[in-house]
C-alpha cells in the first residue's frame, strides 16, 4: 500500500480539553454576573428583569435559581465583582513614591479608568433604583462605604509623605471623588468633544489636587 504523501497529509486538531464541572459552574456564575452589569448599564435598573439576565447572559432561569437562588443574591455577586475590581485599580496606586506631580496624574488618571467606565452605571443604577428596597438598599450603601474605605487606604498610603491632617488629605480625596463620578451625569453630544472636555477637567482637577498637596509639602516635589 503506497504512503500518503508528507505534504498531503491534514494534521489532526487535538481535542480539546472538556471543562471540569467546576469551571463549568464558574462560567456559567460569570456570564450572568455580566449580562447583569450589561443590563443594569444599558437598560437600568427597573427593567434589569431575571428575564432581561437570562437572555443576555443566553441561559435559563432554572440555571440563574441554580446558580443564586434569588435575584438578590445575584445582586450582591454584581457588587462583589465590581468591588474586587475598584480595589484592584485602588492597589495600583497604593504606597506610590513618584514626584508628587507624576503621583496626581497617575492617580487621577487610575480613578478616571473606574469612574468613567460604563461599567461603574451599574453601581449608581443599583444605588438608585434600590431605594424602595430597603433591606437590599442597606446591603448596597454598606458595598459603597467598604469601597470607599479601600479608597481611602490607597490614598493615604500614596501621600503619605505629604505633612497635612489626615482630615485634609481624606477631604481631597472626597472631592476628587465627586468630581470624577459627577462626570457621568454631564452629558453631551458630541462623544469627541465629550472626551476632550474631560480631559480637560481632569487636568484641571490635577493642578488643583497638586496646588493644595505642594502647600504643606511632599518629599519629591
Known amino acids: 500500500m503506497p504512503?500518503?504523501?508528507?505534504?498531503?497529509?491534514?494534521?489532526?486538531?487535538k481535542p480539546k480539553?472538556?471543562?471540569?464541572?467546576q469551571e463549568r459552574r464558574e462560567a456559567g456564575?460569570?456570564?450572568?454576573?455580566?449580562?447583569?452589569?450589561?443590563a443594569l448599564c444599558d437598560v437600568g435598573y427597573a427593567r434589569t428583569t431575571t428575564t432581561e439576565i437570562?437572555?443576555?447572559a443566553g441561559c435559563t432561569t432554572g440555571s440563574l435559581q441554580h446558580h443564586f437562588?434569588?435575584?438578590?443574591?445575584l445582586l450582591l455577586a454584581v457588587l462583589d465583582r465590581l468591588l474586587e475590581e475598584l480595589g484592584a485599580k485602588y492597589d495600583a496606586f497604593a504606597g506610590l513614591r513618584t514626584?508628587?506631580?507624576?503621583?496626581c496624574r497617575f492617580i487621577l488618571d487610575a480613578l478616571w479608568e473606574i469612574y468613567g467606565s460604563p461599567r461603574y452605571m451599574a453601581v449608581w443604577e443599583l444605588a438608585i433604583g434600590t431605594r424602595g428596597e430597603p433591606n437590599l438598599h442597606e446591603v448596597v450603601l454598606r458595598h459603597r462605604a467598604e469601597s470607599l474605605a479601600i479608597c481611602e487606604r490607597a490614598w493615604r498610603s500614596a501621600f503619605q509623605d505629604v505633612t497635612s491632617e489626615a482630615?485634609?488629605?481624606?477631604?481631597?480625596?472626597?472631592?476628587?471623588l465627586t468630581i470624577l463620578r459627577g462626570f457621568v451625569f454631564y452629558n453631551t453630544a458630541d462623544r469627541d468633544q465629550a472626551l476632550q472636555f474631560y480631559g480637560r477637567q481632569i487636568r484641571l482637577l490635577e493642578r488643583t489636587l497638586l496646588s493644595e498637596l505642594g502647600r504643606t509639602g511632599a518629599a519629591g516635589l
Open 29 to 38: 456564575r460569570s456570564a450572568l454576573i455580566e449580562a447583569t452589569i450589561s
Open 167 to 176: 482630615e485634609d488629605i481624606s477631604d481631597l480625596m472626597h472631592f476628587s
Open 99 to 103: 514626584p508628587l506631580g507624576e503621583r
Open 54 to 56: 437570562v437572555r443576555r
Open 69 to 73: 437562588g434569588a435575584k438578590e443574591d
Open 3 to 13: 504512503q500518503a504523501d508528507a505534504a498531503t497529509v491534514t494534521a489532526q486538531p
Open 17 to 21: 480539553r472538556r471543562r471540569t464541572q
